[in-house]
């Protein structure tokens, strides 16, 4: 049977997930707009829960065990805009890093996923 590597072995397992989640809260800690969602946080838990869920969305073998992400970002008002900047600024870390086109295309299709739970705002409203 032929079975190719998973994007998690692709990349290089985790110790990649990890400087991948290091330079993405730099980043997002560095950006004026984000920066004040993360006041009072404790940092060192949401990188290993981001280590986790990140490792498992990729096929590694660690399980996410924080919590439900709606549930993880409920009353932070989070806007549309700024999750589309925390997007952009995991898409240039992972780009950075050399993560491959298909790669990065299924990350986005999770991040179009997973946005309207955590968004605050209705993404649209029907007529
Ligand atoms: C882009 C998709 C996002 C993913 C995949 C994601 C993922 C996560 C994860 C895994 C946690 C830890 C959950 C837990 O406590 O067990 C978390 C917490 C958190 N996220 Fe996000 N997040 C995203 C977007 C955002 C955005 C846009 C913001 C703010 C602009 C944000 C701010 C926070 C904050 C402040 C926490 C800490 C909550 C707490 O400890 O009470 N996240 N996120």
Avoid: N, W
Avoid at 17 to 24: I, P, S, T
Avoid at 72 to 83: N, Q
Wanted: charged share 25%.
């Amino acid at each position: 049977m032929i079975t190719s590597p998973s994007y998690y072995d692709q990349i290089g397992g985790a110790p990649v997930v990890r400087d991948v989640v290091e330079q993405f809260y730099e980043r997002v800690l560095g950006d004026d707009d984000l920066k004040p969602y993360f006041t009072g946080i404790d940092m060192p838990r949401l990188k290993r829960h981001m280590v986790m869920l990140l490792c498992s969305v990729l096929g590694g073998p660690e399980p996410y065990e924080g919590r439900d992400l709606g549930e993880a970002h409920a009353g932070m008002g989070i806007t549309s805009e700024h999750y589309d900047k925390v997007g952009e600024h995991l898409f240039a870390v992972l780009q950075a890093g050399g993560v491959g086109e298909d790669i990065l295309r299924d990350v986005g299709l999770v991040l179009g996923k997973v946005k309207s739970s955590i968004v605050a705002e209705p993404t649209e409203t029907a007529g």
